[in-house]
């Protein structure tokens, strides 16, 4: 179903300067200076404690290796799960070091804390190559504060600050934000520079056509990437139980499916918008239906102007997967964030597995594949198609916060 929408040709120049032109971990040298780092170590943990999965220590390999073989003594920093200000035992980052040491075949410090005398005789302590890992933290309220105090006592640990965390760039915090004011220069990591890249070149620079994929449960959850893309991208593919926003405010009947009430008039008004303008939005011909959002339940595909009154829509259909596969071959670059329908739920993964690998094919074609994090990644990985794809977005919030063209704290506080 194509809907054409708004083409505002605006560009974001405050994000396109503030987040691409960083000094990185390249610009500096390291060689018998205490590099601090911000690191996104929050790894997923069983009820022993034991690490599930490695990718985001792996992901942080080439700047600590970068740090570490060029002579820099490197402490490292990261929180661990939501402890809420108080030390919890079973989210402590130890895991972490001993793991980080294996893939390094290294010794890694493990710190009593982060902060406080004794973790600067251990930081002070450090050798050319050495490397430490402060605790989680998340176990000081001061960070997710961004208290002042505590960002000067964490700077006070290193002569140079790296931020290697895009997972929490979104979010002004002492190790993100307020470390930039007492700690000099402080640059990018490699990872970081990876995600600006890509994303960066989506934005601003794309091989055309350019496409976007966006779904999820809500239109409020994406009015903004909506509004930032709308001026930037040849065509918008539309899934995910927003789908039935649209659809109420077009008039079709919803069934059980999940509408937002109170979104109905906007979507109403950009789909009027969608009337005068000429950008191509395409919008699902038929969806899997089911009386409720179970394993089990019976499902049925029905076109989504038929959608009966005791079910609800819980993905996209075969015409329109076969529909907007043929879109994402024919694009240059495409942005995904948010899936389909309600994945988790195996009668309900097909839409978003099939874009994965419609996602894939046009990767192996040569188009630029982007995945921005969250559930489009969990997705891309559960159709083990991970390694066909692009870039996959370290982080879900951080890079749907940068689609949206808000500005990043993390990023905006290092060194042009």
């Not at 792996?58 to 490197?74: C, F, H, N, Y």
């Not at 019976?298 to 819980?314: F, H, K, N, Y």
């Not at 043929?326 to 329908?341: F, Y």
Request: with cysteine.
């Amino acid at each position: 179903m194509y809907i054409p929408f708004r083409k505002e040709l605006t560009v974001n120049t405050t994000l396109k300067k503030g987040a691409m032109h960083k000094k990185t971990l390249s610009d500096i040298t390291c060689k018998g200076s205490r590099v601090l780092m911000r690191v996104d170590f929050n790894v997923p943990l069983d009820d022993q404690g034991n690490i599930t999965s490695d990718k985001r220590i792996v992901e942080a390999l080439p700047s600590i290796r970068k740090v570490t073989e060029s002579g820099g003594r490197l402490i490292l920093m990261s929180h661990l799960g939501r402890p809420k200000g108080k030390v919890v035992p079973e989210l402590s980052l130890s895991p972490v070091a001993g793991r980080l040491s294996e893939l390094l075949d290294t010794k890694v410090v493990m710190a009593e804390d982060c902060i406080g005398t004794g973790v600067m005789q251990q930081a002070l302590a450090l050798q050319d190559g050495d490397i430490m890992l402060l605790e989680n933290l998340r176990f000081h309220p001061e960070e997710e504060k961004n208290d002042p105090e505590f960002a000067r006592e964490l700077a006070s640990l290193g002569e140079i600050y790296v931020n290697d965390a895009f997972g929490t760039a979104h979010r002004a915090h002492a190790s993100t934000e307020g470390i930039c004011r007492f700690v000099q220069p402080s640059v990018a990591g490699f990872l970081i520079e990876k995600e600006l890249k890509y994303l960066g070149r989506a934005l601003h620079d794309p091989e055309r056509p350019f496409l976007a994929i966006l779904g999820g449960a809500k239109i409020s959850g994406k009015i903004d990437v909506l509004e930032n893309l709308f001026g930037k991208v040849d065509a918008v593919l539309v899934g995910g139980a927003m789908i039935f926003t649209f659809f109420r405010a077009m008039g079709y009947e919803t069934g059980k499916s999940l509408v937002e009430e109170d979104k109905v008039e906007l979507a109403s008004e950009l789909l009027e918008t969608a009337r005068k303008n000429n950008l191509r939005m395409l919008l699902p011909e038929d969806v899997v239906a089911a009386p409720e959002l179970a394993a089990t339940a019976e499902t049925r595909t029905v076109a989504v102007t038929d959608i009966p009154g005791d079910m609800m829509g819980l993905d996209i259909g075969p015409k329109t997967i076969d529909s907007y596969s043929r879109e994402i071959l024919q694009a240059k670059t495409i942005v995904w964030n948010g899936p389909m329908g309600a994945f988790e739920v195996e009668p309900f993964a097909e839409g978003t597995i099939a874009i994965a690998r419609a996602l894939a094919d046009a990767t192996a074609k040569g188009s630029i594949s982007i995945v921005g994090g969250g559930d489009s990644a969990a997705a891309v990985t559960k159709a083990g198609l991970a390694q066909g794809i692009t870039h996959i977005s370290t982080g879900g919030g951080a890079s749907l916060e940068f689609l949206e063209g808000k500005e990043l704290p993390g990023i905006s506080a290092l060194n042009d």
